[in-house]
């Protein structure tokens, strides 16, 4: 018998979708946030994506408006299409970080549950707060429904960096070592991670004191820098300064930014951190450079003659 359902169920439907979504969504909130839960990985994991899931249906739903878009075979049965496939209709990029999230993290729930410790938590921390502010962005995006208002999607402090890892249990089963890097690099990429920081001036997150007598020891993690003060030139701004001075000392040479580049790739100047940074906002990445790049590439071309053949060769340099 053909499956006909009526247009005006359509929106029934789409909040029925909602909230089961919804539910889905606070247990794997609560779950994660529970310290005394050993499961909380896996747990989190099959409710974080059974909320996407559910929520990912509705929005084709009301995009296409009707509910045959989601099913399989329409007209035989009320089978509905994979997770995997409702992210692939939804976030078409393949470049789009929160697809790319949600399909490292349908990895972990179908291939790694068994394998999980619990010191693993901490490490896909920042990948679990990705998909968790983008379902909560996306939900509000796309809906006006209040029932996620006043929920923020964040992760707990409550995650301790682990001291060491069981090998016992991570070589249970073949290439399991290699799983788990993989994971934990996509962890690192595509995560989100917060930093509270304490500084001596201007507005901190919070108040501390100094009290010898404290048993509480703390010590000095990372101190932060402005990159735009350490690396104030761009590769134009760079590539100008070099130039100038190329001109200045009468070294003339056809110096452009192809010559740059091989010069930074010759120097091994990206990933250096006395000559180079990464900037990055959103998916927007550049590199920054310090005065020390100018000042090795200007110099390397004056003292070193195979140095300046190769940069000033007219082919692009390899990537």
């Known amino acids: 018998m053909e499956m006909v359902i009526e247009k005006d169920k359509v929106s029934i439907y789409i909040e029925a979708l909602l909230d089961k979504s919804n539910e889905a969504y606070l247990m794997a909130i609560e779950i994660v946030n529970k310290p005394t839960i050993k499961y909380r990985t896996e747990g989190f994991c099959f409710y974080i994506l059974n909320a996407w899931e ?19 075979e329409p007209n035989k049965n009320f089978r509905t299409i994979s997770f995997v496939e409702c992210v692939n209709k939804v976030f078409t990029s393949p470049n789009n970080d929160t ?3 949600l399909i490292r993290l349908s990895n972990i729930r179908n291939t790694a549950t068994h394998l999980f410790l619990p010191e693993i938590d901490y490490s896909l921390s920042p990948l679990f707060q990705r998909v968790s502010s983008d379902y909560y962005d ?6 006006s429904r209040n029932s996620l208002s006043g929920l923020a999607p964040f992760i707990s402090l409550n995650y301790s960096a682990p001291q060491a890892l069981n090998e016992n249990g991570l070589n249970l ?13 996509d962890s690192e990429s595509l995560g989100i991670r917060y930093d509270l920081r304490i500084i001596r001036t201007g507005r901190s997150d919070f108040d ?24 104030p030139y761009r590769q134009t701004e760079a590539l100008k300064i070099i130039q100038e001075n190329l001109k200045a000392s009468n070294i003339g040479i056809p110096f452009n930014k192809y010559s740059f580049q091989r010069a930074v790739q010759i120097l091994e100047i990206k990933g250096n951190k006395k000559y180079s940074y990464l900037f990055q906002v959103g998916l927007s990445k550049h590199y920054l450079y310090s005065e020390e790049t100018i000042s090795l590439i200007i110099q390397k071309i004056s003292s070193d003659k195979d140095f300046k053949k190769k940069v000033v060769a007219k082919q692009k340099p390899n990537k």
């Open 208 to 231: 501390v004191k100094i009290d010898n007598n404290s048993e509480n020891i703390c010590k000095t993690l990372e101190i932060p820098i402005d990159p735009t003060k350490l690396y």
């Open 99 to 101: 697809r790319s999230a």
């Open 173 to 185: 089963f073949p290439n399991c070592q290699d799983f788990f890097n993989t994971l934990l690099k």
């Open 138 to 143: 996306f939900y509000k995006k796309e809906f």
């Open 54 to 72: 559910l929520l990912l249906k509705a929005f084709i739903i009301k995009q296409k408006q009707k509910i045959e878009a989601i099913m399989i």
